[in-house]
Structure formats: C-alpha cells, structure tokens
Nanobody, 124 residues
Framework: QVQVVESGGGLVQPGGSLRLSCAAS????????MGWYRQAPGNERELVAV???????NYADSAKGRFTISGDNAKNMVLLQMNSLESEDTAVYYC??????????????????WGQGTQVTVSS
C-alpha cells in the first residue's frame, strides 16, 4: 500500500502565496507521476498540475504563470508553489500519486493513490 499525505493549506489574502507539499510513502513502489487536483464547492474536481517521472509537467490554464510544481524523486515528494492567489483558487486541494507496485514473484501493477485533501481559502 501507498500513503499520500499533503500539508500546507490555509487562509491567505488575495495576491498572496502558499506552498503545498505532498509525500508518498510505502513499500515496493515507484512513482510514475504526482500531481494536484482541486475541488471547489459545487464544482467538479479539476487537475491543477502534474509532474511525471521524466520531469515533464502540465498545468491547468488557470494555474499557468502562477503555480509551479516541483519534485524530489529521492523523497517521493512534490511541492506546489502557488503565487498571486485569487478567490477563485479557493478549493480543497488533493495530491495524488500514480505508482507501479512491485511484488515478489507476482506481476507488478499500476494504481493511483490520493491524499486526504487540504483546504486552501483565498479571502480578504
């Protein structure tokens, strides 16, 4: 099993910054990608940013130029630096990890694990 834990949410004024962190832990797995989704009340969950094991990244249009995702492969961690925050960024942010699970003498398989979510509120 793999555990995904986020931290770093909170309340910030418009124009402010927050940094979210996410760490994956467990046994016998390798990371294929880690990223962030967010979900605001009444809205569907949307992808914010993703970083793949080759270092490539993708961002939602709303995040481009303001958010930066970075990773520490050795620690199975990703960070999401969010600048110039707007009220529209208010949501629960969920980290996920796409992993390959390796087991002795059994086929490996891929799976996605989610964190519990962290609230980001942008308000004056």
């Amino acid at each position: 099993q793999v555990q995904v834990v986020e931290s770093g949410g909170g309340l910030v004024q418009p124009g402010g910054s927050l940094r979210l962190s996410c760490a994956a832990s467990g046994s016998t797995f390798s990371i294929n990608a880690m990223g962030w989704y967010r979900q605001a009340p009444g809205n569907e969950r949307e992808l914010v940013a993703v970083m793949r094991k080759d270092g490539s990244t993708n961002y939602a249009d709303s995040a481009k130029g303001r958010f930066t995702i970075s990773g520490d492969n050795a620690k199975n961690m990703v960070l999401l630096q969010m600048n110039s925050l707007e009220s529209e960024d208010t949501a629960v942010y969920y980290c996920y990890a796409d992993v390959t699970i390796s087991r002795p003498e059994r086929p490996s398989y891929e799976s996605r694990y989610w964190g519990q979510g962290t609230q980001v509120t942008v308000s004056s």
